[in-house]
Protein backbone atom coordinates (compact mmCIF):
# COMPACT_ATOMS: atom_id res chain seq x y z
CA UNK A 1 0.00 0.00 0.00
CA UNK A 2 1.34 3.21 -1.12
CA UNK A 3 0.14 5.94 1.05
CA UNK A 4 -0.05 3.49 4.27
CA UNK A 5 1.26 4.84 7.66
CA UNK A 6 4.28 4.15 9.05
CA UNK A 7 3.17 4.01 12.55
CA UNK A 8 0.14 2.54 14.32
CA UNK A 9 -0.94 3.99 17.33
CA UNK A 10 -3.05 2.18 19.45
CA UNK A 11 -4.92 4.37 22.28
CA UNK A 12 -7.32 2.57 24.54
CA UNK A 13 -10.24 4.29 25.82
CA UNK A 14 -12.24 3.87 28.62
CA UNK A 15 -14.38 6.54 30.30
CA UNK A 16 -11.89 8.95 29.09
CA UNK A 17 -13.66 11.92 28.56
CA UNK A 18 -11.36 13.80 31.02
CA UNK A 19 -8.44 13.23 29.46
CA UNK A 20 -8.70 11.56 26.04
CA UNK A 21 -8.37 14.92 23.85
CA UNK A 22 -5.49 15.78 25.39
CA UNK A 23 -4.29 12.64 24.69
CA UNK A 24 -5.24 12.84 21.40
CA UNK A 25 -3.42 16.78 20.68
CA UNK A 26 -0.46 15.02 21.91
CA UNK A 27 -0.03 12.53 19.12
CA UNK A 28 -1.81 15.16 16.17
CA UNK A 29 1.32 17.44 17.66
CA UNK A 30 4.23 15.18 17.00
CA UNK A 31 6.88 16.41 14.67
CA UNK A 32 6.41 13.12 12.95
CA UNK A 33 3.09 12.90 11.02
CA UNK A 34 3.23 9.22 8.71
CA UNK A 35 0.75 7.83 11.88
CA UNK A 36 -3.01 6.42 11.94
CA UNK A 37 -4.53 6.58 15.40
CA UNK A 38 -6.50 3.62 16.55
CA UNK A 39 -8.74 4.29 19.64
CA UNK A 40 -11.01 1.51 20.87
CA UNK A 41 -13.55 2.63 22.46
CA UNK A 42 -13.76 0.44 25.43
CA UNK A 43 -17.63 0.44 26.66
CA UNK A 44 -17.69 4.04 27.80
CA UNK A 45 -20.66 5.02 29.19
CA UNK A 46 -19.76 8.97 29.38
CA UNK A 47 -19.29 10.88 27.08
CA UNK A 48 -15.46 9.94 25.50
CA UNK A 49 -17.30 8.58 22.12
CA UNK A 50 -18.85 11.82 21.59
CA UNK A 51 -15.68 13.94 21.89
CA UNK A 52 -13.88 11.38 19.61
CA UNK A 53 -16.48 12.36 16.87
CA UNK A 54 -15.53 15.44 17.26
CA UNK A 55 -11.95 15.34 15.90
CA UNK A 56 -11.49 16.08 12.37
CA UNK A 57 -8.65 14.11 11.47
CA UNK A 58 -8.34 11.34 8.82
CA UNK A 59 -5.77 9.62 10.40
CA UNK A 60 -8.26 9.16 13.71
CA UNK A 61 -9.81 5.17 13.44
CA UNK A 62 -12.41 4.78 15.85
CA UNK A 63 -13.41 1.35 16.74
CA UNK A 64 -16.16 0.94 19.73
CA UNK A 65 -16.46 -2.65 21.27
CA UNK A 66 -18.42 -3.79 24.78
CA UNK A 67 -15.82 -3.47 27.48
CA UNK A 68 -12.67 -6.14 27.73
CA UNK A 69 -10.26 -3.95 29.53
CA UNK A 70 -7.13 -2.40 28.54
CA UNK A 71 -5.66 -5.70 27.62
CA UNK A 72 -8.03 -6.21 25.17
CA UNK A 73 -8.48 -3.27 23.90
CA UNK A 74 -4.69 -3.21 22.86
CA UNK A 75 -5.09 -6.78 21.26
CA UNK A 76 -7.84 -5.65 19.50
CA UNK A 77 -5.91 -2.37 18.35
CA UNK A 78 -3.19 -4.61 16.97
CA UNK A 79 -5.25 -6.36 15.13
CA UNK A 80 -6.36 -3.18 12.81
CA UNK A 81 -2.78 -2.00 12.80
CA UNK A 82 -1.74 -1.28 9.35
CA UNK A 83 1.85 0.19 10.25
CA UNK A 84 5.40 -1.34 10.12
CA UNK A 85 6.07 -0.07 14.33
CA UNK A 86 3.12 0.04 16.57
CA UNK A 87 3.00 2.32 19.63
CA UNK A 88 0.80 2.26 22.68
CA UNK A 89 -0.77 5.27 24.77
CA UNK A 90 -2.97 5.28 27.42
CA UNK A 91 -6.00 7.62 26.91
CA UNK A 92 -4.59 9.72 29.97
CA UNK A 93 -0.87 9.71 28.83
CA UNK A 94 0.82 12.06 26.86
CA UNK A 95 3.89 12.27 24.74
CA UNK A 96 5.90 15.39 24.15
CA UNK A 97 6.41 16.39 20.43
CA UNK A 98 9.62 14.67 19.12
CA UNK A 99 8.29 10.94 20.69
CA UNK A 100 7.93 9.23 17.97
CA UNK A 101 10.51 10.78 15.49
CA UNK A 102 13.56 10.29 18.02
CA UNK A 103 11.66 6.34 18.64
CA UNK A 104 11.78 5.75 15.02
CA UNK A 105 15.13 7.40 13.98
CA UNK A 106 16.50 5.37 16.45
CA UNK A 107 15.19 1.83 15.15
CA UNK A 108 15.91 3.11 11.63
CA UNK A 109 19.87 3.25 12.77
CA UNK A 110 19.82 -0.07 14.73
CA UNK A 111 17.45 -1.82 12.21
CA UNK A 112 18.40 -4.98 13.66
CA UNK A 113 16.34 -3.76 16.86
CA UNK A 114 12.75 -4.28 17.23
CA UNK A 115 12.08 -2.02 20.53
CA UNK A 116 12.42 1.43 20.92
CA UNK A 117 12.01 3.07 24.38
CA UNK A 118 12.18 6.94 26.15
CA UNK A 119 12.20 8.06 29.47
CA UNK A 120 9.32 8.96 31.22
CA UNK A 121 8.30 11.91 33.68
CA UNK A 122 5.21 11.35 36.41
CA UNK A 123 2.60 13.54 36.49
CA UNK A 124 -0.36 13.82 39.13
CA UNK A 125 -3.85 13.35 38.23
CA UNK A 126 -4.10 17.15 37.12
CA UNK A 127 -1.39 16.88 34.78
CA UNK A 128 0.74 19.08 37.44
CA UNK A 129 4.07 18.65 39.09
CA UNK A 130 6.14 16.78 36.46
CA UNK A 131 8.71 14.87 38.08
CA UNK A 132 11.51 13.01 35.81
CA UNK A 133 11.64 9.38 36.08
CA UNK A 134 15.14 7.63 36.50
CA UNK A 135 16.98 7.78 33.44
CA UNK A 136 18.20 4.36 31.94
CA UNK A 137 20.85 3.16 29.36
CA UNK A 138 19.84 -0.22 28.52
CA UNK A 139 20.10 -1.34 25.15
CA UNK A 140 20.62 -4.48 23.17
CA UNK A 141 19.51 -7.88 25.05
CA UNK A 142 17.55 -6.22 28.45
CA UNK A 143 15.59 -9.38 28.99
CA UNK A 144 17.79 -10.00 32.80
CA UNK A 145 17.45 -5.91 33.36
CA UNK A 146 13.58 -5.81 32.68
CA UNK A 147 13.38 -9.07 34.88
CA UNK A 148 14.35 -7.13 37.84
CA UNK A 149 13.14 -3.46 36.66
CA UNK A 150 10.23 -2.18 34.71
CA UNK A 151 12.33 0.32 33.43
CA UNK A 152 9.76 1.31 30.28
CA UNK A 153 7.31 2.40 33.30
CA UNK A 154 3.86 2.51 31.75
CA UNK A 155 2.62 1.45 28.72
CA UNK A 156 2.56 4.45 26.85
CA UNK A 157 6.39 4.05 26.23
CA UNK A 158 7.69 2.00 23.64
CA UNK A 159 7.85 1.89 19.77
CA UNK A 160 8.06 -1.43 18.41
CA UNK A 161 8.42 -3.05 14.97
CA UNK A 162 5.28 -5.05 13.85
CA UNK A 163 7.38 -7.97 12.97
CA UNK A 164 8.37 -7.91 17.13
CA UNK A 165 4.88 -7.56 18.02
CA UNK A 166 3.83 -10.26 16.12
CA UNK A 167 6.59 -12.60 17.80
CA UNK A 168 5.25 -11.55 21.09
CA UNK A 169 1.59 -12.49 20.21
CA UNK A 170 -0.82 -10.39 23.02
CA UNK A 171 -1.28 -9.01 25.76
CA UNK A 172 -2.32 -11.15 28.93
CA UNK A 173 -5.63 -9.69 30.23
CA UNK A 174 -4.97 -12.56 33.45
CA UNK A 175 -3.33 -9.24 35.13
CA UNK A 176 -3.91 -6.00 33.67
CA UNK A 177 -2.44 -4.12 36.33
CA UNK A 178 0.73 -5.06 35.07
CA UNK A 179 0.26 -6.73 31.83
CA UNK A 180 2.65 -4.13 29.41
CA UNK A 181 5.84 -4.99 32.15
CA UNK A 182 4.83 -8.88 31.06
CA UNK A 183 4.73 -7.85 27.47
CA UNK A 184 7.85 -5.83 27.47
CA UNK A 185 10.08 -9.03 29.02
CA UNK A 186 8.07 -11.06 26.40
CA UNK A 187 9.23 -8.71 23.85
CA UNK A 188 13.01 -8.69 25.36
CA UNK A 189 13.59 -12.60 25.29
CA UNK A 190 13.19 -12.07 21.37
CA UNK A 191 13.76 -8.27 20.32
CA UNK A 192 17.04 -6.23 20.86
CA UNK A 193 16.08 -2.65 22.72
CA UNK A 194 17.35 0.69 21.56
CA UNK A 195 17.17 4.29 24.22
CA UNK A 196 16.47 7.21 23.41
CA UNK A 197 18.02 9.51 26.10
CA UNK A 198 15.36 11.53 27.09
CA UNK A 199 12.03 12.07 29.03
CA UNK A 200 9.57 11.93 26.43
CA UNK A 201 6.60 9.92 28.50
CA UNK A 202 4.25 11.63 30.65
CA UNK A 203 2.91 9.44 32.73
CA UNK A 204 -0.27 10.20 34.77
CA UNK A 205 -0.24 8.83 38.20
CA UNK A 206 -4.08 8.39 39.46
CA UNK A 207 -4.22 8.58 43.27
CA UNK A 208 -7.59 7.75 43.21
CA UNK A 209 -8.42 4.40 46.10
CA UNK A 210 -4.58 3.92 45.72
CA UNK A 211 -4.33 2.04 48.45
CA UNK A 212 -7.27 -0.37 47.63
CA UNK A 213 -5.76 -1.42 44.79
CA UNK A 214 -2.14 -1.92 46.17
CA UNK A 215 -2.59 -5.70 47.40
CA UNK A 216 -4.56 -6.32 43.66
CA UNK A 217 -1.64 -4.88 42.03
CA UNK A 218 0.48 -7.26 44.05
CA UNK A 219 -1.29 -9.95 43.96
CA UNK A 220 -1.07 -10.30 40.03
CA UNK A 221 2.66 -9.15 39.53
CA UNK A 222 3.52 -12.14 41.92
CA UNK A 223 1.58 -14.59 39.71
CA UNK A 224 2.78 -12.51 36.73
CA UNK A 225 6.25 -13.37 37.81
CA UNK A 226 5.21 -16.77 38.46
CA UNK A 227 4.64 -17.19 34.56
CA UNK A 228 7.41 -15.18 33.62
CA UNK A 229 9.97 -17.64 35.53
CA UNK A 230 8.66 -20.63 34.21
CA UNK A 231 9.74 -19.66 30.73
CA UNK A 232 13.29 -17.66 31.73
CA UNK A 233 16.30 -19.28 30.74
CA UNK A 234 18.15 -21.28 34.22
CA UNK A 235 20.60 -19.33 33.86
CA UNK A 236 18.43 -16.20 35.02
CA UNK A 237 16.38 -17.97 37.73
CA UNK A 238 18.93 -16.80 40.15
CA UNK A 239 17.18 -13.12 39.68
CA UNK A 240 13.77 -13.84 41.19
CA UNK A 241 14.18 -12.98 44.66
CA UNK A 242 15.29 -9.53 42.95
CA UNK A 243 12.00 -9.46 40.60
CA UNK A 244 9.72 -9.99 43.82
CA UNK A 245 12.22 -7.48 46.01
CA UNK A 246 11.14 -5.19 42.71
CA UNK A 247 7.66 -6.15 43.43
CA UNK A 248 7.25 -5.52 47.16
CA UNK A 249 9.03 -2.20 47.11
CA UNK A 250 7.20 -0.54 44.13
CA UNK A 251 4.10 -1.79 47.03
CA UNK A 252 5.76 0.18 49.96
CA UNK A 253 6.81 3.13 47.98
CA UNK A 254 2.77 3.33 46.53
CA UNK A 255 1.58 2.49 50.77
CA UNK A 256 3.95 4.95 51.65
CA UNK A 257 3.04 7.93 48.73
CA UNK A 258 -0.96 7.90 49.84
CA UNK A 259 -0.74 6.35 53.15
CA UNK A 260 -3.43 8.58 55.28
CA UNK A 261 -3.20 6.71 58.44
CA UNK A 262 -0.88 4.66 60.68
CA UNK A 263 -2.20 1.55 59.26
CA UNK A 264 -1.55 2.27 55.20
CA UNK A 265 1.90 3.16 56.83
CA UNK A 266 2.32 -0.33 59.35
CA UNK A 267 1.70 -2.07 55.59
CA UNK A 268 3.88 0.14 53.88
CA UNK A 269 6.87 -0.53 56.17
CA UNK A 270 6.14 -4.56 56.24
CA UNK A 271 6.29 -4.49 52.26
CA UNK A 272 9.34 -2.79 52.67
CA UNK A 273 10.88 -5.38 54.98
CA UNK A 274 9.93 -8.31 52.64
CA UNK A 275 11.69 -6.18 49.82
CA UNK A 276 14.99 -5.94 52.15
CA UNK A 277 14.63 -9.37 53.17
CA UNK A 278 14.42 -10.78 49.53
CA UNK A 279 17.62 -8.86 48.21
CA UNK A 280 19.43 -7.10 51.00
CA UNK A 281 21.56 -4.92 47.97
CA UNK A 282 18.38 -3.14 47.95
CA UNK A 283 19.60 -1.54 51.34
CA UNK A 284 22.94 0.09 49.32
CA UNK A 285 20.70 1.99 46.83
CA UNK A 286 20.08 5.42 46.85
CA UNK A 287 16.28 5.36 46.25
CA UNK A 288 15.95 2.62 49.10
CA UNK A 289 17.97 4.94 51.55
CA UNK A 290 15.23 7.73 50.66
CA UNK A 291 11.96 5.72 50.86
CA UNK A 292 13.34 4.39 54.70
CA UNK A 293 13.85 8.06 55.44
CA UNK A 294 10.35 9.31 54.00
CA UNK A 295 8.64 6.41 55.65
CA UNK A 296 10.35 7.13 58.87
CA UNK A 297 9.50 10.78 58.57
CA UNK A 298 5.61 10.23 57.99
CA UNK A 299 6.01 7.39 60.66
CA UNK A 300 6.50 10.41 63.29
CA UNK A 301 4.26 12.57 61.47
CA UNK A 302 1.13 10.49 61.28
CA UNK A 303 2.29 9.38 65.17
CA UNK A 304 1.92 13.03 66.52
CA UNK A 305 -1.12 13.87 64.02
CA UNK A 306 -2.88 10.88 66.22
CA UNK A 307 -1.91 12.04 69.76
CA UNK A 308 -4.75 13.38 71.50
CA UNK A 309 -3.68 16.79 73.04
CA UNK A 310 -5.47 17.58 76.56
CA UNK A 311 -8.30 20.02 76.71
CA UNK A 312 -7.83 23.20 78.17
CA UNK A 313 -10.00 24.05 80.88
Given at each position: ?????????????????????????????????????????????????????S???????????????????R??????A?????????????????????????L??????G??????????D?????????????????????????????????????????????????????????????????S?????????????????????K??????????MF?????????E?????????A??????????L?????????????????????????????????????????????????????????
Open positions: MHNAPLVSVIIPAYNAERTILETIASVQQQTFSNFEMIVINDGSSDRTLELLHVADKRLKIFSYENGGVCVANRGISHIGEFVAFLDADDLWTSDKLELQLTAQQHPNAVAYSWTSFMDRGASLSPGEPTFFEGNVYAQLLVNNFLASGSNPLISKQAIESTGEFDSAFPHCADWDYWIRLAAHSFVVVPKHQILYRQSSGGMSSIDGIEKQQLVEKVYQATPSLKYLKNQSLWVYRYCAEKFQYSLNISDLTCGGYKLWKAITLNPKILLEKYTHNLIKWFIKRWVLLQISSLKLPAIS
